[in-house]
């Protein structure tokens, strides 16, 4: 499988989302005219290098897809193992729902817990081949610890800066990986600021969600995993829980490229869903107006850290995708976010976090609304393992005095 | 890959690990005079059934190896995605330690977060094929949540009993799961008692460690993985931490079938190393004795939840398998543990637990003793992510104020 640099490095140029102005890869990029940047490919080169049927020789992760990824060099893959991810079929769940083809893709078993793996994987890698040393990022959940965990593994210092409320699973995980963490009384946003005036005097990369242009192209791999799970063909409907977008952005990009390559075996492409809390829903509120940018969203707060998300950079991005792909963005009640996890857990066994309960929300309403119907195949992104959100989780446990005999008919 | 039942079953019997004694598979069954079953196969048939390279061609999760797994009928499987484990080297760990060839096998990475899904997995899918509806099972940290997701998976009803001073992740997941949860102010063998004890009145299954047979079955996969990863040869040496013990009995067993079905290399087998916490150290004290049955713990404490396990009913086989392999027993100082798993975390961003950590104290003092030598091929198993100790490593993280200008010199 070990192949030389011209085979598998199939990256043609950068390519800023709101303009198409052509920039150069292979240098630091970030920003063009405050948006984000795509990464293009000679897609005949990949065509041509890989097929279908190679990927059957390869390992189980997302590296599988070694040409639809940036990095040039092998020896810059900065890796933890990020094996494909499990799709899971869920009758229990769906029946509930009264649904048959149900499935949750969960993101929860990659390395840190948690989507943002793939992301900061790609990321920390293309950091490594363009020579960065020191790495920076705002987090309001699981990116954080996703950063640390990756530049600990690539032998660079991190920083990383969150909201004082962030949960505490993700506040302990950064200090564990090693990064220099530090709380701010304040939003995501004010902790983006923070990192982005420290860029000159502490010498970091601003790794920021759609600063730099790579953790698209790691997110991108959900859909490549997706697209090979269901044998080179797309669901009828994706629910995305979406704080910055990355993810959704990132999956469109990727039926795209598969398209475009000529690896599915139809022309179905899914409607996208993308999910939030009535508690920070700024991509919702944006979408029923008819707008393609968003604006912040006021007094933000919901239990799903990483919905929790008042600016988005990549607003356009998303909107862009929801709406080519006759989609919705759609909002769950706040409230109803535990019992959906609750439920979701305690009926497949899988650990649902809270931003994925967000979906069967959103996927319950659509479908009452017959938007949604009950034949189509259905497929929900658990973003996260819901260990990580003790605070949502809290419960009473009875306690029994085992010194005593046991009333039996008490426990249930 | 879809067979019929006899190709894929080759289960022969049960067999008592005390004295031997035959046990018919395909019925309930637990202890017979108190002590642990194995299941033993035809192994001439799995010979037949499957080869090395039949494997190639199948999912990479620990069902590839179904031959060699107790399940009769596939629907009875009942499953999260146990996708394979990555084995991940680690060479900056590995120079702290001086050493070139060391390895994490990432056990964090299955569903809900620790190795204990593996066995959960085979021994709640053989409930199911005997008809079990109900189960039960004491915890002292990662076991309960699992058997809680096995059987809200298979639609079981669950009980797990725990002690107080569980990690409070372990306790909300449990509930989380579905399963009917109970604090006790005691130790996890008065929480086995009350498990014990239940069973006539509540109707449940016992599925305490080793006190149903396919634990240690679904425990061995860990076994099959590594020697599939590394070529069909096997590391010098394994450290393993050493609670109930069922993953390092479970990995003999799988090395001593690979051998009698052909599979490996060469003959070479690994040293195995039992790591335990000097707060809780049964089994090296049974070590150093010379004896093959340990004297109940005193006073155990130790921030290695899975390591707080003073009595292990399987102690003769975990002591066996360790003298066999000419290996060793050896506990790490309690206040080094959480100083190894920040180490680790940070040299490589791998979310070591403190159990791992144990190991890793382990390795250095036989590293430093001669016992283990630094070009030797070393693997160290990370039973459960870090994440789920936030109790061990609770840190002061500084507060920064967003509103005045940051002192970026103090930020170090």
Redesign the interface.
């Known amino acids: 499988m070990i192949t030389t640099q011209s085979q598998r490095h199939c990256v043609s140029h950068l390519e800023a989302a709101i303009d198409g102005t052509k920039l150069p890869a292979g240098t630091i990029q970030t920003l063009h005219k405050g948006k984000p940047l795509w990464v293009r490919y000679d897609l005949d080169a990949v065509r041509e290098a890989v097929s279908r049927e190679d990927l059957?020789?390869r390992?189980?992760t997302m590296w599988r897809y070694r040409e639809l990824l940036p990095v040039a060099r092998d020896e810059n893959i900065v890796s933890?193992?990020e094996?494909?991810?499990?799709?899971?079929h869920c009758p229990?769940l769906g029946a509930r729902l009264g649904l048959r083809k149900l499935f949750i893709k969960?993101e929860?078993?990659?390395?840190?817990?948690s989507f943002k793996a793939r992301g900061m994987a790609v990321a920390i890698s293309m950091a490594k081949e363009l020579g960065i040393t020191r790495v920076a990022a705002p987090t309001a959940g699981n990116a954080g610890?996703a950063m640390?965990?990756?530049?600990?593994?690539a032998?660079m210092e991190s920083?990383v800066?969150m909201p004082?409320d962030t949960p505490?699973?993700n506040?302990?995980?950064a200090?564990?990986?090693?990064a220099?963490?530090?709380?701010?009384?304040?939003l995501i946003n004010?902790?983006g600021?923070?990192v982005g005036?420290?860029k000159e005097?502490?010498g970091w990369f601003d790794m920021s969600t759609l600063k730099e242009p790579y953790r698209i192209e790691g997110k991108k791999t959900m859909g490549l995993e997706l697209a090979e799970q269901m044998g080179w063909t797309l669901p009828d409907v994706i629910l995305y829980p979406t704080g910055g977008g990355t993810g959704l952005i990132g999956m469109w990009k990727a039926f795209d490229e598969l398209t475009q390559i000529g690896w599915l075996e139809n022309d179905n492409k899914p409607r996208m869903y993308a999910c939030q809390s009535s508690g920070c829903a700024p991509i919702v509120d944006a979408f029923d107006k008819g707008e393609r940018f968003a604006d912040p969203a006021k007094d933000p707060h919901t239990i799903a850290s990483g919905l929790r998300v008042p600016v988005a950079v990549g607003d356009f991005m998303i909107l862009d995708a929801v709406r080519e792909s006759r989609g919705k963005a759609l909002a769950t009640d706040e409230d109803k976010l535990l019992d959906w996890?609750?439920e979701a857990?305690?009926?497949?066994?899988?650990?649902l976090c809270p931003e994925a309960a967000a979906c069967l929300g959103v996927l319950e309403s659509a479908l009452a609304a017959g938007e949604i119907s009950h034949d189509e195949r259905i497929v929900i992104f658990n973003t996260g393992?819901?260990?990580?959100y003790?605070e949502a989780?809290?419960?009473e446990?009875?306690?029994?005095?085992?010194t005593k005999p046991?009333e039996?008919a008490s426990?249930?």
Chains 1, 2 share one sequence.
Do not use: N
């Open positions: 059957v020789e390992e189980e933890l193992g094996t494909m991810t499990p799709l899971i229990r969960d929860s078993r990659l390395p840190t817990g610890g640390a965990a990756y530049a600990a593994r032998g920083y800066f004082s505490l699973v506040r302990y995980e200090v564990l990986y090693g220099k963490t530090f709380l701010i009384d304040g004010d902790c600021r923070i005036e420290g005097p502490m996890m609750r857990c305690a009926l497949e066994g899988i650990a393992a819901a260990q990580k003790i989780m809290q419960v446990i009875p306690t029994l005095d085992h046991i039996w426990l249930g």
